[in-house]
């Protein structure tokens, strides 16, 4: 597994009780999506605001899953501010901006990141993802990489700030709330499931991130 920094508990510590979170979380995505469908999977994870952990949760989420031998893709969806590529060493070069725009293959913005993990970087900054996550290539990728690939892990920008992810939620099978404790505001939340709700997402639940044990 590549790995720069210590965000990917997951791999680095098996054994910590934060490691096995990410695995009751795997276990409670298994109950509720994974058993009822013979195709991939593409869930999403959002949060109200920037800065709740949401990357972090998904990075070490795809490692989790892809310690059970499940092919996973993991794709950073915020092209305002991509960060998903450093939990995993990689250049935010090539990545999922430059294939909206038709100037990549799906083939060349899939990186490994381990045995089972593939990882889509953000790549350059694009003011109009809006405008490319509503046009006909973001559905083609998906379905291209549920064909081919267990479960597909979407990053999205925050939710209160930008239209991205109502757009990314309506493309789902489910959608993933990330709060962070004692940040998070209540009606920061309700207003981001009302906008999930809006967009016919499937919203499986809300992860509490951060808390003290």
Avoid: W
């Amino acid at each position: 597994m590549l790995r720069l920094n210590d965000t990917l508990i997951a791999e680095s510590n098996p054994a910590s009780y934060i490691s096995e979170s990410f695995r009751s979380l795997r276990t409670y995505i298994h109950q509720q999506v994974l058993r009822h469908t013979d195709r991939g999977t593409v869930l999403m994870f959002a949060s109200p605001d920037k800065g709740e952990g949401k990357t972090t949760l998904l990075a070490n989420l795809g490692v989790s899953f892809a310690q059970e031998g499940r092919k996973v893709v993991l794709i950073d969806c915020d092209l305002r501010q991509s960060s998903l590529h450093e939990a995993f060493g990689m250049e935010n070069t090539n990545g999922l901006s430059a294939y909206l725009r038709g100037g990549a293959s799906s083939k060349e913005i899939l990186r490994k990141g381990g045995q089972e993990l593939y990882v889509v970087p953000g790549g350059e900054n694009l003011y109009n993802a809006p405008d490319l996550f509503g046009g006909e290539r973001m559905t083609a990728l998906l379905d291209e990489l549920k064909n081919e690939y267990d479960l597909i892990l979407l990053d999205s920008p925050s939710a209160l700030d930008y239209t991205d992810a109502r757009l990314l939620a309506s493309l789902t099978d489910g959608v993933i709330l990330v709060a962070k404790h004692a940040s998070t505001k209540r009606e920061s939340l309700r207003k981001t499931k009302q906008l999930m709700d809006q967009a016919g997402a499937t919203l499986l639940g809300i992860v509490m991130n951060q808390v003290k044990m």
